[in-house]
Structures are given as structure tokens and as C-alpha cells.
């Protein structure tokens, strides 16, 4: 049964962001607001304006310095007092941001329409930008062990660079990466990471994310836009071909073998 409903002005396409210090929900809409929900008490706390600008990334939500913030299609980012709502800072880009904001202990990261990756810091400064050669929809992710950020392109390359902004590897993927990657433990190996990431072309694909190498890969029958994500070593993505995959990772990583053959449970989207 539905438990509440709440209605913003306008289209809603940014997921919602969760404090885990006062449970409030934050969710951006095209309508030009950032809400704050309570939902135990089914009531908006506040709605902040994005100075006439649609909200379509996911906020992001950091405990020290507390801060929320959120991009905007007219290109500014914005720091937000998540308790109150004020504005606390703004940077503006220029240019749509569609790639959802992703924090580290000093640097805030996000991609551009521009085809530029930006790194500013949690006062709004901009640290460095990287260059690539097509638009950036693609979230950033952060690695828990290394701290290296990374992210896709529509030039078809995932990329991953130091928190200095420096490229240490990058990956040719079969077309362009619309989805954000997904960092996770490897499951066989003490303190490394693996990295999986998606293409539109329907490409799976697991990689060593210290070095970039190819672990593993799969292509499946329809065009890729949903982000993968682990969890307790299963890899869940869904896809265009009206289903959702779910790939048993201890099985692959430990055998080296082809994701496709390894899928474990296959559910049809109706």
C-alpha cells in the first residue's frame, strides 16, 4: 500500500538523497526546488528555490562540513544547509549538469555536458577540471580504499583519476557510458577494489580498478542505462530488453569466467 504521496510542481528524474543523521529525505524537481520530506511526519520541512534553474542529478548529502548539494540544467551548483535550506554557496559551470554530485573527504566531484569533469572543494572553489572528448551523464564514483574517482563519457572511455586530478587509467569501452560505474570490494583479494560499469551498446563490464585491467565482460540483448550495483557479491543491472540481471560474482571472479554464462536470475519489467 502507498504510504504517502507528495507532490512537487513539476517532472521528478533525480533520485532521492537520505540523511543518515535526521532521516530527512532531499529530492530535486523540474520544477525548480529542492525539497526536504519528512516522512514519518508526511510533511515537507522546506523547499529551497535553484535560482530558476531545473533540478535533474541527485543532491548529495555531506556530514562534515554539512553541506547538501545539488546541480542544476542551468549549470550552477549549489551548497545548501540541509536543516534550513539556506543557500550557502554557488559555482556556476555554464553548461547542464545531468551527472549526480559525489563527495570525498575534500573534494566534490561531478561531470559536465561541457565534456569536463570537475573537482571543487567544499567551499565552492573549483580544485581542477579534466577534459574529455563527449558530454558527461555519467555519476562519479569514489573508491573507499585508494580515493581515486571515477567515471564514464559518452567518448566511450571510463575513466579514473587521482583526487589531484591526475588520469591513471582509462578504459575503451564499446560506446558511450551513460550509467555510473560501481566500486566494490573484491571478494578474493584483501584491500583491493574491483570497478563495474556499463555501455549503451548493452556491454557489461568488470575491471580491476587500481590498474583499469579487464577482468571479466558480458553483453547483454538491449541498450544499458541503468547504473550497476553490488551487493553481498551479486551484480544487479537492468536493461533495455525489459529485464533486470542479477550475476552471481563469487562464482565469475573466483572461475575468471563470462558473465553471461553466469547469470543466475533473470526478471521480466512489465
Same mark, same amino acid.
Given at each position: 500500500?502507498?504510504?504517502?504521496?507528495?507532490?512537487?510542481?513539476?517532472?521528478?528524474?533525480?533520485?532521492?538523497?537520505?540523511?543518515?543523521?535526521?532521516?530527512?529525505?532531499?529530492?530535486?524537481?523540474?520544477?525548480?526546488?529542492?525539497?526536504?520530506?519528512?516522512?514519518?511526519?508526511?510533511?515537507?520541512?522546506?523547499?529551497?528555490?535553484?535560482?530558476?534553474? /531545473?533540478?535533474?542529478?541527485?543532491?548529495?548529502?555531506?556530514?562534515?562540513?554539512?553541506?547538501?548539494?545539488? /546541480?542544476?540544467?542551468?549549470?550552477?551548483?549549489?551548497?545548501?544547509? %540541509?536543516?534550513?535550506?539556506?543557500?550557502?554557496?554557488?559555482?556556476?559551470?555554464?553548461?547542464?549538469?545531468?551527472?549526480?554530485?559525489?563527495?570525498?573527504?575534500?573534494?566534490?566531484?561531478?561531470?559536465?555536458?561541457?565534456?569536463?569533469?570537475?573537482?571543487?572543494?567544499?567551499?565552492?572553489?573549483?580544485?581542477?577540471?579534466?577534459?574529455?572528448?563527449?558530454?558527461?551523464?555519467?555519476?562519479?564514483?569514489?573508491?573507499?580504499?585508494?580515493?581515486?574517482?571515477?567515471?564514464?563519457?559518452?567518448?566511450?572511455?571510463?575513466?579514473?583519476?587521482?583526487?589531484?586530478?591526475?588520469?591513471?587509467?582509462?578504459?575503451?569501452?564499446?560506446?558511450?557510458?551513460?550509467?555510473?560505474?560501481?566500486?566494490? %570490494?573484491?571478494?578474493?583479494?584483501?584491500?583491493?577494489?574491483?570497478?563495474?560499469? /556499463?555501455?549503451?551498446?548493452?556491454?557489461?563490464?568488470?575491471?580491476?580498478?587500481?590498474?583499469?585491467?579487464?577482468?571479466?565482460?558480458?553483453?547483454?540483448?538491449?541498450?544499458?542505462?541503468?547504473?550497476?550495483?553490488?551487493?553481498?557479491?551479486?551484480?544487479?543491472?537492468?536493461?533495455?530488453?525489459?529485464?533486470?540481471?542479477?550475476?552471481?560474482?563469487?562464482?565469475?571472479?573466483?572461475?575468471?569466467?563470462?558473465?553471461?554464462?553466469?547469470?543466475?536470475?533473470?526478471?521480466?519489467?512489465?
Amino acid at each position: 500500500a502507498t504510504y504517502w504521496v507528495f507532490s512537487t510542481g513539476d517532472a521528478v528524474k533525480s533520485s532521492p538523497a537520505v540523511d543518515p543523521v535526521c532521516g530527512l529525505i532531499y529530492i530535486g524537481s523540474h520544477d525548480q526546488h529542492l525539497y526536504a520530506l519528512d516522512i514519518e511526519g508526511k510533511q515537507c520541512v522546506w523547499k529551497s528555490h535553484c535560482l530558476a534553474s /531545473a533540478v535533474f542529478s541527485s543532491p548529495c548529502i555531506n556530514l562534515e562540513p554539512n553541506h547538501l548539494y545539488v /546541480a542544476t540544467l542551468g549549470g550552477l551548483v549549489l551548497a545548501i544547509n %540541509p536543516r534550513t535550506g539556506k543557500h550557502l554557496w554557488k559555482n556556476d559551470i555554464g553548461k547542464p549538469v545531468f551527472s549526480s554530485l559525489q563527495c570525498s573527504d575534500k573534494h566534490v566531484f561531478f561531470g559536465c555536458v561541457d565534456a569536463m569533469f570537475y573537482c571543487l572543494s567544499h567551499w565552492g572553489e573549483k580544485l581542477w577540471q579534466f577534459s574529455t572528448e563527449g558530454p558527461i551523464f555519467s555519476s562519479p564514483c569514489v573508491s573507499t580504499v585508494s580515493k581515486h574517482v571515477m567515471f564514464g563519457s559518452h567518448d566511450g572511455f571510463i575513466y579514473c583519476c587521482s583526487t589531484d586530478g591526475e588520469l591513471l587509467w582509462k578504459y575503451k569501452a564499446n560506446s558511450r557510458v551513460y550509467a555510473t560505474p560501481f566500486v566494490f %570490494p573484491n571478494p578474493h583479494t584483501e584491500n583491493t577494489e574491483l570497478l563495474t560499469a /556499463a555501455s549503451t551498446d548493452g556491454s557489461l563490464w568488470i575491471l580491476d580498478a587500481h590498474s583499469g585491467l579487464l577482468i571479466s565482460q558480458c553483453t547483454l540483448e538491449g541498450e544499458i542505462f541503468s547504473s550497476p550495483v553490488v551487493c553481498l557479491n551479486q551484480l544487479v543491472v537492468g536493461c533495455r530488453d525489459n529485464y533486470v540481471y542479477c550475476f552471481d560474482l563469487s562464482c565469475t571472479l573466483k572461475q575468471n569466467g563470462d558473465l553471461e554464462s553466469l547469470a543466475t536470475t533473470a526478471s521480466s519489467v512489465t
